[in-house]
């Protein structure tokens, strides 16, 4: 199971640390992903760090969020610094043991979700 937190309503340029707790299967074997939602938009990848430790960020937030995980407490953070309105989205974190790098940024790829966590940053 994976339990989205963090979110909340900030001004635009506030920061926000989303955290996503993983309970059951190997952590350490997961590929951990963050997406996104906004209204009336398609899901959209944002960051991902693999059970290696390597990361990969969506082209608008590179610079502006860093992903991390803590393998001895499962869990998994997306500091976002900079936040701009377009970063207002609900945001799921997705986790599998089985992602290859070619489908790291699709979400059909991925097995386990959370259930999501909005950020509203107002302009």
């Known amino acids: 199971q994976l339990q989205a937190s963090g979110g909340g309503f900030v001004q635009a340029g506030d920061s926000l640390r989303l955290t996503c707790a993983v309970s059951?299967?190997?952590?350490?074997?997961?590929?951990v992903a963050w997406f996104r939602q906004a209204p009336g938009k398609e899901r959209e990848f944002v960051s991902a760090i693999r059970y290696s430790g390597s990361t990969h960020y969506k082209d608008s937030v590179k610079g502006r969020f860093t992903i991390s995980r803590d393998n001895a407490k499962n869990t998994v953070y997306l500091q976002m610094n900079s936040l701009k309105s377009e970063d207002t989205a609900t945001y799921y974190c997705?986790?599998?043991?089985?992602?290859?790098?070619?489908?790291?940024?699709?979400?059909?790829?991925?097995?386990?979700w959370g259930q999501g966590t909005l950020v509203t940053v107002s302009s």
């Open positions: 997705a986790a599998d043991s089985r992602i290859i790098l070619s489908s790291l940024t699709t979400g059909g790829a991925y097995d386990y």
């Open positions: 059951g299967g190997t952590f350490r074997s997961y590929t």
